[in-house]
């Protein structure tokens, strides 16, 4: 990369940085040794947490990986049963490297539909509480909000109460995902207890739209969470003195959810951009939190060789299968840095093939 401009760091919004604020707090926060349940920090953390969402209890985690993980252990009931989630969700994707089968021991159940919304007569038809000796018991129902893998799509309230209708009535655990909820309740226009209402479990990443330097939390009833506390154990997830993250997660809780708005604005921005400069990497209107996927597959570049073009122009960005990258606007990216990626993008799109036929025949595409 050239060293006499700044990169422009569009792979993930967890490419934040801690604020002056948070390393002050980290520096006065009182400490103990949360594994065995006594610093002060993390314990504060977790009740403003599940005040915040509406719920009794709530866990701070590593990650979210591990968050979704506990969830899905402390909700299964026993190996064996099936895992319902949209087929885009990420719960279900390579990034968890198959953790709900290989540690949770659940099958999946992914069912389709549009913008990360599952089929609702699929659903409907899918969860069974009890099972028979040829078909397993449905164990949890899982929605995400935002969806990742349909370009940041938002589930709306009335799909979110469709799905909490079914699972209650056949009394299943509903997971809500909500590793960017923030986004969510703003698209929505609505508060985060209420989108997080429409889950018995939920997760909140603190590292995402909030801006913190790692974790995860977990919120649910009590009884939910008390479970979650030994898996959370069992998976090596307990940390000490971790009140110094905590205390950055405080700060970062604080965030109004205006400053959300901001960074929708931004990657609509971004997405309008990008259109006038090439109409077939996406839709623009699809754009509606901080996240936007392009597919470059016309381009005659696969998204490996984009990644490599824009990082020699100082703009990172993440690969979302073989023809598609993914971009994320947060705190780090201002005002100049969208209208400077537009720029360098479209260097990058003047110098791809003339067609895509001419450069994806040697990967026997074409």
Not at 329 to 339: K, Q
């Amino acid at each position: 990369m050239l060293s006499n401009r700044k990169p422009i760091d569009l792979r993930t919004d967890t490419a934040t940085l801690p604020t002056p604020e948070m390393y002050q707090a980290m520096a006065a926060a009182p400490l103990g040794d949360d594994g065995w349940r006594d610093d002060p920090t993390v314990l504060e953390l977790e009740r403003t947490t599940a005040t915040l969402l509406g719920k009794e209890a709530a866990l701070f985690l590593p990650s979210g990986t591990m968050a979704d993980l506990v969830a899905l252990m402390a909700a299964g009931r026993r190996h064996g049963g099936e895992l319902i989630a949209h087929d885009g969700a990420w719960v279900l994707g390579g990034a968890s490297h198959g953790g709900y089968a290989t540690i949770a021991g659940l099958a999946a159940r992914p069912i389709p539909g549009p913008r990360g919304a599952m089929d609702l007569e699929m659903l409907e038809e899918a969860i069974d509480p009890i099972g028979h000796h040829r078909a397993p018991f449905t164990a949890i129902v899982a929605i995400e909000n935002t969806h990742t893998a349909e370009n940041g799509a938002v589930l709306s309230i009335e799909h979110m109460s469709a799905v909490k209708a079914m699972a209650e009535k056949k009394g299943v655990t509903l997971f809500l995902d909500g590793a960017r909820l923030p986004h969510a309740a703003v698209a929505l226009g609505t508060t985060l207890a209420d989108v997080a209402s429409y889950g018995d479990l939920v997760t909140l990443s603190l590292c995402k739209a909030l801006g913190a330097p790692a974790g995860s939390m977990l919120a649910g009833s009590a009884e939910m969470i008390e479970r979650a506390l030994l898996y959370r154990k069992l998976l090596g997830g307990a940390m000490r003195q971790s009140g110094l993250l905590a205390a950055c997660a405080l700060v970062a809780l604080r965030t109004p959810l205006s400053t959300i708005e901001t960074y929708h604005a931004r990657a609509a921005r971004l997405a309008e951009g990008l259109g006038r400069i090439d109409p077939q990497f996406a839709d623009p209107e699809l754009t509606v939190t901080n996240l936007l996927t392009l597919d470059v597959r016309h381009t005659g570049l696969d998204a490996a060789q984009w990644v490599k073009a824009l990082a020699a122009e100082d703009v990172l960005v993440a690969p979302m299968g073989r023809f598609k990258l993914r971009l994320l606007t947060h705190s780090e990216v201002l005002d100049e840095d969208i209208d400077e990626a537009i720029a360098r993008f479209a260097i990058v799109r003047s110098r791809c093939p003339s067609t895509a036929t001419e450069q994806l025949a040697g990967f026997g595409v074409a």
